[in-house]
């Protein structure tokens, strides 16, 4: 049977027709404000519970919580998805603003509800959780009444999130905003090209270093020369989210972020602890690649440079059919997911101006589907990325027999799923490398990606956490931005690094990303816990898949400590567990340096 042509543009009408001119996404937002309004006369109307006979309306207002949350996903992923398709589509970024004034509303809802939820009377509470009706949500109501404990009264919880609505997510949506709008010239191959920050982006990894540099340098241009505004977003952006946490009683900035990835301080340090005992062997990789490429010390531009004349193009119908095959291997219901993603329109990679920067993956919850933005220019890298991203709705699909509110899982755990994925496809094109430059540089990828992990991450967890200290005494001027971002990167790079990227901090999204802040550990979290999850995998074989859903579907119902205990039969609070996945990093470095040495 002949191969079926995957298509590189997704499908958004299959939601909602006519792309952000769409009458049924406009009535589909306008009808989440009776939707909301009802919610809200049920838990007013809830009276605290004497007795377990309360059961009944309890898990009726969790249903109407579940459509209430899965209407305002849907809305939201849709605009998302079409704001990154055309940064230029003013309609959708209108719409973003609407639907963000609306959904402010549930917030103060579900506090509400958490409120009352806390004012149960323990004996009552642990009661209700044995019923027949409520045992299921035993996790997630225990979490809400743990986290009503630790946040303002319901009237000051609701004009926060009011508040938010033109202050704390405008300035993430100014930063979308001012991102699209940015164009740059390079020359490459004799020809000058305006490109998107995406595309020049991509051409990180071009083997010639005059364009890389060039890239590298148009961007660092233009953001220097915008970094007034893109500092004045980022220092609003923070001084709203510590304005609140100091109106909380919070001290630490890493409290929300810790409490949203459901972990302890104690695993976050065991983990950076870990990381930092062993960047030696990483530092050896930057200094040899840079000898490699000619230079003492590897400037930020030539991370992702090819040190083999190895530079093997791979069309998106070929890196598809190649993600296929290998996901194949693990287990039929990855590849099957897959498959459907590719065929019926789930995947935007086309390569093509004013998309928007990055890679991401987005649920569909009423759909039961999901939508992958990335920009495919024909890199095994992108092969890597496209692997990542299905990883995520993978992770997704997996959890469609559990009930809704039990899905949210946290952002660390969502980074596991999706470097699994990535790791089957790298690891099985090292292995078929066609020779031995195709293996160096399919092996260097896997380097590219444990320094990305271990160093990159690392640079911006140490910013950022610098950054907050100092933005609670004031205003954090863009000059002490760009000294706060080359302290980090030099740091966490252990001295391997030569030009830093000192804009680095305005070019990066998840700075401005309201939902989930502190977006960086949770990377470095999925991949080393990941390396554990994979390792039991190769070991058993096909067998495994069952048992891997298995761990997904408990992603949103227990702390990750617990997750791993169950699992994996591992204490993650301790370095041992983190240096094991690190020691499997460093075996391929030390493979790499081997290979380029001869």
Partial sequence: MENVKYPEVWDLDVFFPGGSASPELKQHIENLTPRFERLTEKVAQ????????????IAFILEEIKEAFMHVSQAGAVISCLISQDT???????LQSQLSGIAANFSPILEGFNQKLGQIEQTVFDQLLETEELSHFAFILTEWREKSKMTLSEDEEALISALGVDGYSAWGQ???MLIGDIKVEVEVDGELKTLSVGQANNLSGNADRKVRKAAFEALEKVFTEREEIFAKTLNHLAGFRLAVYKKRGWDSVLQEPLQISRMKQETLDAMWGAITARKATFANYLTHKASLLGQEKLDWFDFDAPVTDSTTKVSYQEGSEFILKHFGRFGTEMESFARTAFEDGWIEAEDRDNKGAGGFCTGMPLSDQSRIFMTFSGTMSNVSTLAHELGHGFHTHALRPVHPLNRRYAMNVAETASTFAEMIVSDAAVQEAANEQEKIALLEDK??????FLMNIHARFLFETRFYEERKKGMVSSKRLNELMEEAQIEAHAGGLGETHPHFWASKMHFYITGVPFYNFPYTFGYLFSLSIYAKAKEEGKGFEEKYMALLRDT????????????????????????????LCEKDVEEFIALTSK
């Fill in 46 to 57: 809830f009276d605290l519970p004497q007795t377990t006979d309360s059961a009944g309306e």
């Fill in 447 to 452: 380097v590219q990606s444990s320094v990305a």
């Fill in 556 to 583: 949103a119902i227990m702390t990750v400590e617990d997750l791993a205990m169950k699992h994996l039969g591992e204490d993650i609070t301790k370095q041992d567990f983190w240096l094991k996945g690190i020691a």
């Fill in 88 to 94: 230029t589509d003013r309609e959708a970024q209108l």
């Fill in 174 to 176: 100014m930063y979308t």
